[in-house]
């Protein structure tokens, strides 16, 4: 059977995501592999189908006790024998599962890395009586101290190797910045691993950053239009997410809290009935790394400021993993940083402090950015993004600007009369006259008080914000939050610099087309995929998730082989529910006199990606090289980055307008060319760090675009 055979067989899908294919025939190939995809990318499949095709027992490491039973569930459920071993589990269960390891009757077990390398080593012994064909380790970002979730029991799996030699690695993690990638590398002593990372971009998630201000009424407005779907929603400690889950079930929400404090049953009795849409909301702590194996989340909210970009990012990550539109929302107070900042220091351990604290300074600096919050995050992961993306809070906004200039010399005037002292509340309250006792008696004295009174307190905060978020302020890290000047506020004040604010922002939210699909039908799905979820005690996402039954309910399959084609559907479940799904589809149809629609839908495989239009900036960097200038000349005559121009012009080479011996001499393609194939072209820096310093950016750029001109 071939890969693709398989998962078709076992899944129900007709292509590969990303890198999977790649990446499952190094695992095929017996060599080490570390992946990083974004959460919902399709990680698991990367050693799930490895686990169907090779004759013997693939090894799960996973830190997430949670996440263990659903995806096995869910193996079960497509006709792959898996199991757990955990401490949940009595002394029988486990008993069952030993002999069922004996007898080859799994093709995968999950364990905890602590429950591996134990007290005593009975299990392990055990395991190298086994045919074990592969180890998958996944949150591997967790060996690394310098990742978000480091776990000091994951030091252990260094050992792995030693344990089974030649047995492949595969380590996968959804978040990790380059020095953590390479601490992974190098803990886990893995033996010449290729290395995939997909794109970071979640395109169906929007991602929204609002000032906190009365954040409980905030999120109810919220969540007012989200009450039928499905949410996690974030907070700093234990305690606030109890209360919250308590404020948001009297306000008529179903919310539970979950976090580590609370007993092994409660935590899974919350997270049983999340699974079930019994509870539509979870209320977590940021701290805890949650394993929710759950499809169909369309909102994370964040109450408190993250630690991290890498934390934040899969958090989020969490929502919208069917493919489905989902948001994001952070509500961001500069508090919170300074809250944050006792946390990120490690005691007796400069070094890893200061890298902790310039991890919250990249969070605090993306809740105060002014441009495409995506950008700035596939940024952070070292991708290439446009500067607009059209789906987060302020691409989709329409800002109004007005000469702030006056209003900008007074805010800043102030800060300089005070001594750069004091933090936004008191300036603004300076400002505004306030007669407060606050206020100390000799800075009502000054010439600047009160200069502000004809603006309202909200409109100077947001005057404020958007100062500090141009780089005319900036809040110092301390405890106080002091405002302070910088090398541009000079300008403003001496009249220089013209400083233009916003007077009105409106939000056009994107418009996703969705599939012309029968609604009254696709709820008659859901219903029945909710009885069948009772009966079998399963989570329903997993019976079939929420777009394959949108698919269903938009092109009407009528017969078996029709239903085969609808994403999900692999030969289990076709055989198992096939026919009670279909049985209400052909009852609605006839009601309704429709027909079958499945000629109208395309395999993904057989989309065709649409005709670029080449831009006029890259028309008119061709112009000047055709004219004879260098990549540097342009670079510099345009005022752009020479890497930009190596973009242009790569367009050409694909369309066949420029030769791509130009640029790259021919002896190098061999080597540039076998990386593309091994590792694929979805990102340069990995295949740059695999060619070394003897290859640029320009000319692997070349070759990428020489070798889509052949396979046209």
Known sequence: MTPLQALQKYFGYSNFRHSQEAIIQHVLSKQDVMVLMPTGGGKSLCYQLPAV???????????????????????????????????????????????????????????????LFGKDDRLMTFLKTLEVVQIAIDEAHCISQWGHDFRPEYLMLAGLKNEFPGV????????????????????????????????????????????????????IN???????????????????????????????????????????????????????????????????????????????VHMDLPKNIEGYYQETGRAGRDGLPSDALLLYSPGDAIKLRKFATVENNAEQSAIMLKKLDDMVGYCQLHACRRQYLMQYFDEAFPDTCGSCDYCLSEFVKFDGTLIAQKALSAVTRLKERFGVTYIVDFLRGSRSEKIWPEHKELKTYGAGADISKADWQRYLRELIAMGYLRVTDDAYASLKLTAKSELALKGLQKVELISSQTTDEKEIA?????????????????????????????????????????????????LRQISGFGDIKL?????????????????????????????????????????ETAKASLALFKQGLSVTDIAQLRSLAATTIEGHLSVFVQSGELDVFTFVKEEKIPAIKDAVEKYGNERLAPLKEILGEDYTYGEIRAVIAWLNRQSK
């Open 53 to 115: 095709l090779l004759n013997g027992l693939t090894i799960v490491i996973s830190p997430l006790i949670a996440l263990m039973k659903d995806q096995v569930d869910s193996l079960n459920l497509s006709g792959i024998p898996a199991a757990f071993l955990n401490s949940s589990q009595d002394p029988d269960e486990q008993k069952d599962i030993a002999i069922r390891l004996k007898n080859n009757q799994l093709r995968l077990l999950y364990v905890a890395p602590e429950r």
């Open 168 to 219: 492949p690695v595969i380590a996968l993690t959804a978040t990790a910045d380059k020095l953590t990638q390479k601490d992974i590398l190098d803990k886990l002593n893995l033996h010449k691993p290729a290395v995939f990372i997909s794109s970071f971009n979640r395109e169906n998630i929007t991602y929204r950053v609002n000032p906190k201000n009365n954040s409980f009424n905030q999120l």
């Open 222 to 300: 919220f969540l007012g239009q989200r009450k039928e779907e499905s949410g996690i929603i974030y907070c700093l400690s234990r305690k606030s997410t109890e209360l919250l889950a308590d404020n948001l079930k009297d306000e008529g929400f179903a919310a539970e809290a979950y976090h580590a404090g609370l007993t092994n049953d409660k935590k899974a009795k919350n997270q049983e009935a999340f699974l079930r849409d019994d509870v539509k909301i979870i209320v977590a702590t940021i701290a805890f790394g949650m394993g929710i194996n759950k499809s169909n989340v369309r909102y994370v």
């Open 514 to 562: 969705p599939l012309d699909f029968e609604a009254d039908l696709l709820n008659a799905l859901r219903k029945k995929r909710q009885e069948i979820a009772v009966m079998e005690n399963l989570p329903p996402d997993i019976i079939l998730s929420d777009p394959s039954l949108l698919e269903i309910a938009t092109y009407l399959p009528q017969k078996l082989e029709e």
């Open 575 to 615: 055989a198992r529910y096939g026919r009670e799904f279909l049985a209400l589809v052909t009852q609605y149809c006839t009601q309704k006199k429709l027909e079958s629609r499945i000629g109208q839908k395309t395999p993904k495989r057989e989309r065709k990606p649409k005709k670029e239009q080449i831009s």
